[in-house]
Nanobody
Framework: QVQLVESGGGLVQPGGSLRLSCAAS????????MGWYRQAPGKERELVAA???????NYADSVKGRFTISRDNAKNTVNLQMNSLKPEDTAVYYC??????????????WGQGTQVTVSS
């Protein structure tokens, strides 16, 4: 069974930094895209950043220049380095992967979410 497990959330002051990590485990044949989404209270889930297996990246306009996504294909991990955090970055952050399990059809998989709170 495929699992995505996130770590690294927490409380940080405005202007501070956090690093989120996500590891995919289980019977995985390949992972195409990995990314991070977030959902703030009362808002829809939105894409924060995504990265393909070849390393191409895509960022939400609101985080460009502040967040950096990276992945390790050998370890099936994806990280999100968040700098210059703002109160509006407060949300639950979810790891996402579009992957092919060994014996199932390809599809989207999600982590359980990790809370990021930016507040003084």
């Amino acid at each position: 069974q495929v699992q995505l497990v996130e770590s690294g959330g927490g409380l940080v002051q405005p202007g501070g930094s956090l690093r989120l990590s996500c590891a995919a485990s289980g019977s995985i044949f390949s992972i195409k895209n990995m990314g991070w989404y977030r959902q703030a209270p009362g808002k829809e889930r939105e894409l924060v950043a995504a990265i393909t297996s070849s390393g191409s990246t895509n960022y939400a306009d609101s985080v460009k220049g502040r967040f950096t996504i990276s992945r390790d294909n050998a370890k099936n991990t994806v990280n999100l380095q968040m700098n210059s955090l703002k109160p509006e970055d407060t949300a639950v952050y979810y790891c996402n992967a579009f992957l092919s399990p060994l014996y199932e059809d390809a599809g989207d998989y999600w982590g359980q979410g990790t809370q990021v709170t930016v507040s003084s």
